[in-house]
C-alpha cells in the first residue's frame, strides 16, 4: 500500500512514512493510491467479530507491509482494551430506525480517543525501530490536546508540547490535560488566544532547522493514520445493523471533515452506505457545499458545540481530490483560488457526484438545546451538544426505510453547562475521573512568542 499527495508534488510513501509525515511537501494530503476493497462474502464473515479483531483486519490493508502483524495486533488489542465498554463503540437505539453509535468511551471521553490511543502507540514503535525521538506539538482550544496527552503520555521515544490558550478553555478540558503529570507531558498556557498559539505552532513547525533538530511530528486531524483508524468503526455499525444485505446511513457531527471522510472511505471499501450526511453547527461552510455547492469561507462564530467551531475543513481536500478525478494539479489550483477569493471553484457535476452519496444540514444552537432536551424526555438519554447536532440534522434529512446511526463524538460530562442549560441538570463524570476537579495540575506559562516556545523545547525535552 503507497500513498500519494493530494497536490501531485511529494513523493509516494509508504504508512509508516505518511504516520510520520503528516503533511506533504507540496502542501497536499496523503491518501492512498487506490482504495483497498472488501468483498460482501468477507463482510459477512466478519459479522460477530469484537471492535478490536474488525481493526487488526481493516487497518492491515492500510499498513501493509511496514509493521509486522503480530506488532500491529498487540498494539490494537492494548488500544482499545482501554476503554470503558466491552463493546468500545455501542450502537442505542433511540427510536424506530434511529440509533446512536457511543465513541466517547476512550480515556478522555470524545471519539478522538479512536484513533489517537493507536497513534501514539504506532509513533513510538516506528521511532524506536529506527532508534529515533520525536517530539510532537500541537495548539488546542478543547478535545484534540487531552486525546493527545493520554495518547502519548509515558512513551519511551516521544515528548509531548501541548499549547492551550491561558484562562479560556473549559475547566474540566484544561484539567484533562494538566493533571496528567507524566514526564514526558509538557503543558503550556499561552499569555494569548487560540490562534496565536497556532500560529506559534504553525512558525515552529516553519523553522526547518529546529523541526529537523527535535524532530518535530504533527498528531493533528490531517494525519492519515488517524482517518484510517476512524473507518473501522463504520464497518462495526455497519455489521452490527445488518451490513453487506442492508444499506444504512450516518449522520456525523462535522467540524474538520475528518471524521465523515472516514465514513466516506468505508462506502469506497465497499461498505453499502446510503447517506453520509454531514451535521455542521451555526459553522456550515460544509452545509452549504453538500446542500447547494457552495464552499465560501465566512467567519468562526463560537457556538454550544465547540469542536466543530471551524470554516476551513482541512481534510475537506481529500475529497476534493477525487471529485476532480484525482487530478493534484487541479486540486492545487483550486485550494489556491479559494485561499485567494475565499471561493472553492467547482463544477455542477462535480456537486452532484458528491451529493449522490452525501448529504448535509445545519443546526444553531436553540436546536441544539432543543434536541437534548426533547431526546431525553422520549428516551432518559443525555447527549452532548455535538451529538445533538447530530440527532437534529440526522431527522431533518434521513433517507425514508434506512437505519440512521448518529455519531456520538463526546461524552455529556464534557459540556456539562450545555447540558444544564436544556435540562437543568449535570451530568456525572465517570467513576474514574470523579476527582479530576482535586487533582494537582502542573503547565507553564509562556508568552505568546515563538522564539520562547523553541529554547523551552530545546530545554525541556527529555534525554537528547
Ligand atoms: C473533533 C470533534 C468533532 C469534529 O470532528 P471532525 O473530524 O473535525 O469533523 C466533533 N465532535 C467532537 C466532540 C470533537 O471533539
Known sequence: MHYISTRGRAPRLDFSEVLLDGLGRDGGLYLPET????DADTLRRWRGLSYADLAKRIMRLFVGTTIAPADLDRMIDDTYRGFDHRAVAPLKQLGPDEWVMELFHGPTLAFKDFALQLLGRLFDHVLDRSDRRGVILGATSGDTGSAAIEACRDRARLDVF???PLGRTSEVQRRQMTTVLSPNIHNIAIQGTFDDAQDMVKAAFGDEGFRDTVGLTAINSINWARIAAQVVYYFHAGLA???PD???AFSVPTGNFGDVYAGYIAARMGLPVAKLIVATNENDI???FFRDGDYSSAGVRPTLSPSMDIQVASNFERLLFDLKGRDGEATAAAIATFRATGRLPVTPAEVAEAQALFDAGAADDTRTLSTIRTVFGETGEILDPHTAVGVAVGRDRKPAGVPVV??????????PDAVER??????ALPERMADLMERPERFETLEADVSGLKSHIMSHRRNV
Request: charged content about 15%.
Open 35 to 38: 482504495w483497498p476493497q472488501i
Open 162 to 164: 501541548i499549547l492551550h
Open 241 to 243: 445493523l445488518g451490513a
Open 246 to 248: 442492508r444499506p444504512i
Open 286 to 288: 460544509l452545509a452549504r
Open 406 to 415: 448518529v455519531l456520538s463524538t463526546a461524552h455529556p460530562a464534557k459540556f
Open 422 to 427: 436544556a435540562i437543568g441538570r449535570r451530568p
